[in-house]
């Protein structure tokens, strides 16, 4: 097989723990952009990222490779962070509410806000408003966009049914853009009140 | 045909909707400037998420966690032990070498005959003398208790090493792991 985790993972079933680190360098960049994107603390999350590594590594006997390892890690440390967010007593990720209607009509867009789609300013924006999402969208997003799971993937990765991550997909995407929208208005009127106040 | 609605927009991008719906999108979209920006401005969004920079873990980051993963799978008795032999070696060194030099000042110290610290050395002779004496006496009380009317030489150097082990491992325990910790 030419995954390289399924080579990693057998020589550490056959006893070279060491390996492991292996495994922890490949994954441990975009675990912890999922984790620090529910937990928006830099020493939680990589607290609850190393906390997820000694305990897939403690289950890896038991892996049955059903779905790729980043699936079944990142279901972990989905799990852990969650776990962090209720000991803190952040109520926003158990209870919330996935039935309520997603039907919202679009906010009239009749021209593109002019910005540079391409520029440091916009990716500078959309990090910040993708920083402010709520963990329970921020965590599917994430999964969707930045590690590129499928709806079925991001199933298996957060236990969640299909329609629970298709709503919340949905929701968050929806959010970011109104966020980004509102933050460019901002920006362009502040822009062109500057300009009226240069003109003599 | 109205305009596209949010959730037509997202499954027209992710390639989700069935043919005769793309059509009917598509064919609005070529007339339509404003659902046209919104797919721009969608597919503008996915791909900044995208390409935003992963985050990094702090660089020492793989090394704790395997040092945490290590240590864990090694708490066994024998290796607690070994991790105590070496500082029990060192005391045990650090008696010897102390002994050999208060046992024989007088070969040793020829000509380093101030009074100031040669009464600190008979004084250190004398502290020397009484704990070793005080070992000797405790392991012969402990070998007349185990071995009783059987007690040779070689119970009673099994006795002294019980002994001396125990209060190394006092030692070790209490006073040269917390010195070690204070990081002098
Ligand atoms: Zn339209």
Redesign the interface.
Known sequence: MANPDYETIQRILAGE??A??EL??RH???A??LA?RMLKN?ED??EA??DA??RA?NALSRFEWKSSFFTWFYRIVYNVCATVLSRRGDESFSSVDDDEG?????P?????PDTD??GLE??RI??RE?DRLPPVYASV?TLF??Q?LSYDEIVEATGLPLGTVKVRL?RA??M??DA??GALDEGSQQSSQRKVALKP | MN?????Q??ALIDGQLDDAEERTCNAHLAGC??CR??V???R???T?????P?????SW??????N???R??KQSLSYRILQHVGSAVAMVAVLVVLGYILSSPSELLVGNDDSASSSLFSSWKTFYNNVSAAVSQNATRLNNVFAGQTATPVTKIIATTLLVLVVLAGLDRYVFRKVVRMKI
């Open positions: 723990k060491r492991y680190a922890i360098d441990k960049d975009r912890m952009t620090l830099r999350a990589e990222l190393q590594f000694v590594f997603v039907t919202g009509e679009l009239s867009l009749d021209k593109l789609y391409e916009f990716r959309v990090q993708i997003l966009l930045i590129d949905f995407r929806g970011l853009r980004v929208i | 305009h596209l609605s949010r959730q927009v997202f400037a404003r920006n919104e721009a401005l969608q503008s969004l996915d900044a998420v995208e390409n935003l992963l985050e990094r873990t702090s980051f793989t090394e704790r966690t395997m945490r993963i290590l864990a799978g």
